[in-house]
């Protein structure tokens, strides 16, 4: 009898395929004896010594088909990759394996349904017309808010005295509890902290924690008020020989992140208009499967905020959307690279690396392991080529409104 595996596939529909997989008896027989063997290794029977179990006192001891989950799981395992690799297809979700049939000295028969991404047919860029967003100028109230960030930022607390000193809004708390650790809460009118409001050193005082389900009694060991520094000493603290020069920098900073912002709008709206005359297909299982995920992270948030509000239907179908065209995006984007054969070079990656480094004033070498002890390097690295591939589209369409 011959060793080959037979595959065939069936197209369901356009993202659905079956594969049913028939290993050949010979194979299934080998499996069987392989594992009879690694058994006899490690089972005990009065009278017989270890590893010289016979396979026909294993089958009377645990019955014949004790083995078949395990050698149908291992022969899965060896031959389903293959299978796959026959297929060259790419999949969208995790193989679903089903056992057909499965007996000693008969071929093992079992099928996977997959869903699988169908090839993006896209768009020629040149046909495509966008509208640039319009861009937005910095105004003082920006850099007003910047400035009131800084100021929290440089803060210094200090300490309220006196036998009138009680909790407002805004102050840090330092609480003891019961088994003697402390910890410092901000009281804020909202919240769990709300409780500390208006009292003094010294009270006790009863929390409610996460859902309301959980309490915890603390004992205020001191109260400390939150002061900001004025414009002068920001400036100072910050490095900036005057307000003005401060606030010229803000402004400056503010400019560059709004041309990123718009940069970045920009190129979103080439990538939608990409995906919009592109035929982008994604498989319903895969965008249902991460929208459950994401419906069950933020339940376990709300869960862990005391908050438990679930979605309406009308805002789970906006998420079911919003996750459609993420992945749309993802495959249009991919597809792009493919054909123009955009790549970012070890060359350019490095050269960002160093520049990034310099700008945070760390070194070149350190950030770079940094990253990757992170795992954020080639996550970082793919950010980057799919910025330079975005670049290449605004080349190639026609952008209504951009400023030259």
Same mark, same amino acid.
């Given at each position: 009898m011959g060793? $080959?595996?037979? $595959?065939?596939?069936?197209?369901? @529909?356009?993202?659905?395929?079956?594969?049913?997989?028939?290993?050949?008896?010979?194979?299934?027989? =080998?499996?069987?004896?392989?594992?009879?063997?690694?058994?006899?290794? #490690? %089972?005990?029977?009065?009278?017989? =010594?270890?590893?010289?179990?016979?396979?026909?006192?294993?089958?009377? =001891?645990?019955?014949?088909?004790? !083995?078949?989950? @395990?050698?149908? #799981?291992?022969?899965?395992?060896?031959?389903?990759?293959?299978? /796959?690799? @026959?297929?060259?297809?790419? *999949?969208? $979700?995790?193989?679903?394996?089903?056992?057909?049939?499965?007996?000693?000295?008969?071929?093992? #028969?079992?099928?996977?349904?997959?869903?699988?991404?169908?090839? %993006?047919? /896209?768009?020629?860029?040149?046909t495509i017309e966008v509208e640039a967003p319009p861009p937005r100028a910095v105004t003082d109230e920006d850099v007003e808010r910047v400035l009131d960030e !800084?100021?929290?930022?440089?803060? $210094? *607390?200090?300490?309220?005295? &006196?036998?009138?000193?009680?909790?407002?809004?805004? @102050?840090?708390?330092?609480?003891? !509890?019961?088994? &003697?650790? #402390?910890?410092? !809460?901000?009281a804020r009118a909202d919240g769990f902290t709300a409780a500390l409001l208006g009292r003094r050193v010294g009270d006790q005082v009863t929390l409610t924690l996460a859902s309301g389900e959980k309490t915890v009694t603390v004992t205020i060991d001191g109260i400390k008020r939150v002061e900001l520094p004025d414009d002068e000493e920001l400036a100072q603290t910050l490095e900036h020989e005057s307000v003005e020069a401060l606030k010229a920098d803000v402004r400056e900073r503010l400019k560059r992140r709004l041309q990123e912002e718009h940069q970045e709008a920009l190129r979103l709206a080439a990538l939608d208009a990409l995906v919009e005359r592109s035929r982008v297909v994604v498989p319903d299982? /895969?965008?249902? +499967?991460?929208?459950?995920?994401? *419906?069950?992270?933020?339940?376990?948030?709300?869960?862990?905020?005391?908050?438990?509000? +679930?979605?309406? +239907?009308?805002?789970? &179908?906006?998420?079911?959307?919003?996750?459609r065209r993420r992945l749309q995006r993802d495959r249009a984007l991919r597809a792009f690279k493919r054909r123009e054969g955009v790549q970012l070079s070890d060359e350019e990656f490095e050269k960002f690396l160093k520049e990034e480094a310099e700008r945070r004033g760390i070194n070149? %070498?350190?950030?770079?392991? *940094?990253?990757?002890?992170?795992?954020?390097?080639? =996550? /970082?690295?793919?950010r980057l080529e799919d910025e330079k591939a975005l670049d290449v589209l605004l080349q190639r369409v026609r952008v209504r409104g951009r400023a030259q």
């Open positions: 060793t $080959t595996v037979r $595959t065939t596939v069936e197209a369901v @529909d356009e993202t659905r395929r079956v594969i049913r997989v028939e290993v050949p008896a010979d194979v299934v027989d =080998r499996k069987l004896d392989e594992l009879y063997r690694r058994v006899a290794r #490690t %089972v005990e029977i009065p009278g017989f =010594r270890r590893g010289r179990v016979p396979r026909g006192v294993l089958e009377m =001891r645990f019955g014949k088909d004790f !083995l078949y989950e @395990d050698a149908q #799981t291992e022969l899965i395992e060896e031959y389903l990759p293959k299978a /796959l690799e @026959d297929l060259d297809v790419e *999949l969208a $979700t995790r193989p679903e394996a089903r056992v057909i049939e499965f007996e000693g000295g008969k071929p093992f #028969t079992f099928e996977v349904a997959v869903e699988v991404f169908p090839e %993006v047919e /896209l768009a020629d860029p040149q !800084l100021r929290r930022d440089h803060a $210094t *607390l200090v300490p309220k005295e &006196g036998d009138d000193a009680v909790v407002e809004e805004e @102050d840090v708390v330092v609480v003891k !509890l019961p088994s &003697g650790e #402390t910890y410092e !809460l901000q299982k /895969l965008v249902n +499967e991460i929208v459950e995920q994401e *419906l069950e992270h933020r339940r376990r948030q709300g869960q862990g905020q005391g908050q438990g509000r +679930e979605l309406s +239907e009308e805002e789970i &179908g906006r998420l079911r959307e919003a996750v070149p %070498v350190k950030f770079k392991a *940094l990253l990757e002890r992170e795992g954020q390097l080639a =996550r /970082l690295r793919r």
